[in-house]
């Protein structure tokens, strides 16, 4: 496939939180996070070295979950990427396509929340899930390793 299928959670002041499934191309998920900076998850007051930071926090289970969260996958992170100025304007800009992936969202937690976890295995079985793989993006060696998904200094 030529796309990622970044989500994205958006609130506004007047709607409660939707989960969107977002599709851009692999040149334009590059453009985007070769003008980004690893931030560490907590960390306050950083100051922004660009419009565009990445944090990474543990990947999860979907398919296991205690007391409604997945369980956290050993050695395997997940991005969160955040843009701001101009460079949201081009991300704004980059979609192929959006979809409105909120009821997926709410069924998913909903098969969190199940008491054992075969119960939260079966309703998960049920949804039409893409399969994550490790993907590393079309950027220089120095972006990856200043992104921490190449050995160097942050990683």
């Known amino acids: 496939s030529n796309h990622r299928w970044p989500g994205c959670r958006i609130r506004s002041q007047t709607q409660s939180a939707k989960?969107?499934?977002?599709?851009?191309?692999h040149e334009d998920l590059a453009t985007i996070l070769s003008q980004c900076y690893c931030t560490i998850h907590?960390?306050?007051?950083l100051k922004m070295k660009g419009e565009g930071?990445?944090?990474w926090d543990p990947s999860r289970d979907l398919y296991?979950?205690?007391?409604?969260?997945?369980?956290k996958l050993s050695g395997l992170r997940a991005i969160q990427i955040g843009v701001s100025g101009s460079l949201s304007e081009y991300y704004a800009g980059s979609p192929l396509s959006i979809e409105d992936v909120t009821e997926l969202?709410?069924?998913?937690?909903?098969?969190?929340?199940q008491a054992s976890p075969k119960l939260v295995k079966d309703?998960?079985?049920e949804f039409d899930l893409p399969e994550?793989?490790?993907?590393?993006?079309?950027?220089?060696?120095?972006?990856?390793?200043?992104?921490?998904?190449m050995p160097?200094?942050?990683a």
Do not use: F, W
């Open 64 to 71: 296991s979950a205690r007391d409604g969260v997945p369980r």
């Open 123 to 125: 309703m998960m079985d």
């Open 19 to 25: 989960n969107l499934k977002i599709k851009l191309s």
């Open 132 to 149: 994550e793989r490790t993907y590393y993006p079309r950027c220089e060696r120095d972006v990856l390793i200043r992104l921490g998904m």
């Open 42 to 45: 907590g960390e306050k007051g």
């Open 152 to 154: 160097g200094e942050t």
């Open 105 to 113: 969202a709410h069924r998913v937690a909903e098969a969190h929340g």
């Open 53 to 55: 930071r990445v944090q």
